[in-house]
């Protein structure tokens, strides 16, 4: 099993046609990703040909959806059309819509977030790297990628990775695929102070699904989203997690990358981030180099194996 996604998922294209939507649709096909078709207004009727894939283009999400059956969308849309284009798949009842724009204006967000109040789609992102599910094949090929990030890093397993930093995601995920150990499914949630889902979101799922075994939590200063999930952890999770947060030499005040990376209170900061990770007893990574060891210690303290 997997969250959100499996290899069988199908995927629209929102953007497909530009040049960073047509670059990441390429890899995603050649992952063995199954993108069904793609969305640019005006081109509908064209094809995104790549190798021995042709990738019907349509109009509209809703007519991509009805046609290819297309459940998941990728929007690859310049940050001042973004909102609508996330607004589109709620309108078309897409199950889940991965906004990777970066930039988006927080008003628009806002505006997002109230229409999408009861709606069936789930957004994540935006500003995020997406989702991996792996598949079985050389280099996880046959999986699911819908975003960003490299596919071949992965390793069909038992690990769910939740990250708002890509880096930092990818990271974790290259540690554990290095030492042999799979993971489940790797969420990029998003670096922007008002994102579609959260660390606490992502972390329910990892906890009821049978097929992920341990989860790695990267978070960063700014907010509080991270505290939050470690006291539902806490209390609710048995499975071994180990936690890194980002950010600690940051000076107060001061944006570090993401939007939502700014210390705005005693709480935002990783120290004490790192504080409420312990006492809930993540096991802490100290440095990035130090992820999949850390949930390795974890897994050993509760014995459970991970590969």
């Not at 953007?15 to 078709?37: M, N, P, Q, W």
């Not at 975003?147 to 069909?156: E, F, L, Q, T, V």
């Not at 939740?162 to 042999?180: C, D, H, M, N, P």
């Not at 705005?264 to 990574?285: L, M, Q, S």
Request: glycine content about 14%; charged content about 20%.
């Amino acid at each position: 099993m997997a969250i959100l996604i499996t290899p069988e998922t199908k995927i629209l294209i929102q953007g497909i046609t530009g040049e960073f939507g047509a670059r990441h649709t390429k890899l995603s096909l050649d992952y063995g990703t199954k993108v069904v078709a793609g969305v640019t207004p005006g081109k509908g009727g064209q094809f995104f040909e790549h190798g021995t894939h042709k990738v019907p283009i349509f109009n509209s999400v809703a007519d991509a959806a009805k046609a290819t059956g297309a459940t998941v969308s990728a929007i690859f849309v310049p940050p001042p059309f973004a909102a609508d284009a996330i607004l589109e798949c709620v309108d078309a009842d897409i199950d889940l819509a991965v906004a990777i724009t970066e930039g988006i204006p927080i008003k628009d967000m806002v505006r997002v977030k109230r229409a999408m109040s009861g709606r069936r789609t789930r957004l994540v992102g935006p500003n995020c790297p997406g989702l991996v599910c792996p598949g079985t094949g050389k280099d996880s090929h046959g999986g699911c990628r819908i975003g960003i990030a490299p596919g071949y890093i992965n390793k069909k397993g038992h690990v769910g990775v939740v990250s708002r930093s890509g880096t930092l995601t990818y990271e974790a995920v290259f540690q554990l695929t290095s030492k042999g150990i799979g993971q489940s499914t790797t969420v990029g949630i998003g670096g922007d102070p008002v994102n579609g889902t959260s660390h606490l979101d992502v972390i329910k799922l990892f906890a009821a699904d049978p097929d992920t075994h341990g989860i790695i939590f990267i978070g960063e200063i700014g907010g509080n989203a991270e505290v939050e999930a470690a006291r539902w952890l806490k209390a609710n999770c048995k499975k071994p997690v180990a936690g890194f947060i980002a950010g600690a030499t940051a000076p107060a005040g001061r944006r570090m990358g993401h939007a939502g990376a700014i210390v705005g209170g005693a709480e935002d900061t990783a120290a004490a981030k790192i504080a409420v990770f312990k006492e809930c007893g993540i096991e802490v990574a100290e440095t990035p180099s130090d992820m999949a060891d850390a949930l390795l210690r974890a897994a050993k303290a509760k014995g459970v194996t991970l590969s």
